[in-house]
C-alpha cells in the first residue's frame, strides 16, 4: 500500500511537470524541441533505477549489526525526505507551474534542446529519487514482491491519471488530490520511523531505542498529520490541464513564432 500510494504521487507529479512542458511547446509551436524533453524524462528514469540498484546492492554487501543501522538510517532519511517533500510541494503549489514554464519559455529562446532536456530531466529525477529511497526503505517490512508489485502499479496508475489529465478526459481537484495523499505519505513515513527506530535498537543492542519506536511514529504522524491539515495556504486559481494553460511571456525575450 505504502510503495503504491508513493510512487502513484511522485510519479503523478512527474507527469504534470511533463504535461506542462509539452503544453508550453505546444502553445508556441516549438514541439519539434519535444524529443529532447523525453530524452531527459528517459535519463532521469535511468539515473532513478540506477540509484535504486545501488541502494540494494550496498545493504547485500552487509550483515548482522552493520545492515541494520544501514537499514534503520535509510528509513529515517527516507521518512525525513517524503515528509519535507509533502510540505515543500504544497508551500511551492501556487508558484510552481508558473516558474516551471518561464523556465522552458527561457529554454526554448536559448535555442532547447539541451536546455529542455536539463529541465525534464531535473524535475523526474527528484521525484524518481526520492521514490526509489522511500522504495528501498519499504522493502525491510513489507518484502521484495510486494514493494514491487505495489511501485508497479502505482506508477501505471500515475501515468494513465496524468494522460488523462493531460487530455482533458479527466477534470482532477489538484489540491484535494495532494492534500488525501499528503496525509497518507505522512503516515507511511511514520511507518518508516517506527521501523527505523527498531532497526537502530538491533544495531544498537538498546531495548528502550526499540519501544519508543510506536511512540516517536504516533507523535510524528498525528502531529504532521494534523499540521498540514490545519494549516491554511491560499487556495490556487482554478485548474488548468497542461494542454489548455497559458503561456508566461518573458519581459525581456522575443517572442517565438510558431
Known sequence: MGSFVIVLREGFEATLLIGLILGVLNKTGQRQHARAVWTGVAAALVSSIVIGAILFAAVGELEGNAEALYEGTA???????????????????RT?????????????????????ASVAFIGVARE???????????????????????????????????YLFYRGTVRLDLRRFFMATGVLVIGFAAYLIMGGMHELGEAGGNELLEESGPILAALYGIGLATFYLRS????????QTPATAPVEKQPDATPVNA
Not at 528509513?75 to 503549489?93: E, G
Open 75 to 93: 528509513m529515517l532519511l527516507a521518512a525525513a525526505v517524503v515528509t519535507w517533500m509533502v510540505f515543500w510541494m504544497r508551500k511551492q503549489a
Open 96 to 116: 510552481l507551474g508558473g516558474h516551471l514554464r518561464s523556465q522552458v519559455s527561457t529554454a526554448v529562446i536559448a535555442g532547447g534542446g539541451l536546455a529542455l
Open 128 to 162: 524518481g529519487l526520492e521514490s526509489a529511497l522511500f522504495l528501498f526503505a519499504s522493502v525491510g517490512d513489507d518484502g521484495v514482491a510486494t514493494t514491487v508489485v505495489g511501485g508497479t502499479l502505482g506508477a501505471l496508475a500515475a501515468v494513465t491519471l496524468g
Open 232 to 239: 491554511n495556504p491560499p487556495k490556487p486559481a482554478p485548474a
